[in-house]
C-alpha cells in the first residue's frame, strides 16, 4: 500500500471528501504509486492555464457561480473545496514516466473503479469521470476533444 508524500497531501487537503475516499481507497488497490499535483485552483491560475492552452475553460466567459460547474477545480465563494484532481505516475528511478499514457490509463482505472464501487455502494455521493474519457462511452482515443489524462473529477 502506497501512502500520500507531502506534496500530495497539501493537493488532498484541498478537494472534496468524495475525492479523498477515492484517493484513499486507490492507495489500498493501486500498483503504480502517484502524486497529486494540483487540487484546488484561483480563477486567476485558471485563467493563465486557458491562456496558454492547457485548459479549454475560460473563467472570462462565466460568473463567479457558473464557472465551479465548467471548472471543477476552481474555488471560490460558490465552492471551498476542489471537485478535480490532476495526477502523475509514481514510478522509483523512472521519471520519464510520470505521465506515460501506459501508466495513467491503468491509475484512471484504479481511480474510476473504486469511484464506481463507492458510489454504487453510497459511500460517496457523486460519480466520478476522467480527463481520458469525458464522455463516458468508454472510447478513449478517437472522440475526445481535450484528452486530458492525468485528470479526475466529480459528476
Given at each position: 500500500?502506497f501512502?500520500?508524500?507531502g506534496r500530495?497531501?497539501?493537493?488532498?487537503?484541498?478537494l472534496h471528501k468524495d475525492l479523498?475516499?477515492?484517493i484513499d481507497e486507490a492507495?489500498k488497490?493501486s500498483?503504480?504509486?502517484?502524486t497529486l499535483?494540483?487540487?484546488a485552483?484561483?480563477?486567476?491560475?485558471q485563467?493563465?492555464?486557458?491562456?496558454?492552452?492547457?485548459?479549454?475553460v475560460?473563467?472570462?466567459?462565466?460568473?463567479?457561480y457558473?464557472?465551479?460547474?465548467?471548472?471543477k477545480?476552481?474555488v471560490?465563494?460558490?465552492?471551498l473545496?476542489?471537485?478535480?484532481f490532476?495526477f502523475?505516475?509514481s514510478?522509483?528511478?523512472?521519471?520519464?514516466?510520470?505521465y506515460?499514457?501506459y501508466?495513467?490509463l491503468y491509475?484512471?482505472?484504479?481511480?474510476?473503479?473504486v469511484g464506481?464501487r463507492?458510489f454504487a455502494?453510497g459511500k460517496?455521493?457523486?460519480?466520478?469521470r476522467?480527463?481520458?474519457?469525458?464522455?463516458m462511452?468508454?472510447?478513449?482515443?478517437y472522440d475526445q476533444g481535450f484528452f486530458?489524462?492525468?485528470?479526475?473529477?466529480?459528476?
Amino acid at each position: 500500500m502506497f501512502t500520500l508524500s507531502g506534496r500530495s497531501q497539501k493537493v488532498y487537503d484541498t478537494l472534496h471528501k468524495d475525492l479523498k475516499l477515492v484517493i484513499d481507497e486507490a492507495l489500498k488497490y493501486s500498483q503504480v504509486d502517484f502524486t497529486l499535483i494540483e487540487g484546488a485552483r484561483t480563477t486567476a491560475r485558471q485563467q493563465m492555464l486557458f491562456n496558454k492552452g492547457k485548459s479549454k475553460v475560460n473563467p472570462e466567459k462565466y460568473s463567479a457561480y457558473e464557472l465551479i460547474s465548467k471548472g471543477k477545480h476552481i474555488v471560490n465563494n460558490h465552492r471551498l473545496e476542489s471537485w478535480a484532481f490532476d495526477f502523475i505516475a509514481s514510478v522509483p528511478g523512472k521519471p520519464e514516466l510520470i505521465y506515460d499514457k501506459y501508466h495513467l490509463l491503468y491509475l484512471i482505472g484504479v481511480f474510476t473503479s473504486v469511484g464506481k464501487r463507492l458510489f454504487a455502494e453510497g459511500k460517496i455521493s457523486h460519480d466520478i469521470r476522467s480527463g481520458a474519457n469525458w464522455d463516458m462511452d468508454g472510447e478513449l482515443k478517437y472522440d475526445q476533444g481535450f484528452f486530458d489524462a492525468p485528470h479526475i473529477e466529480l459528476i
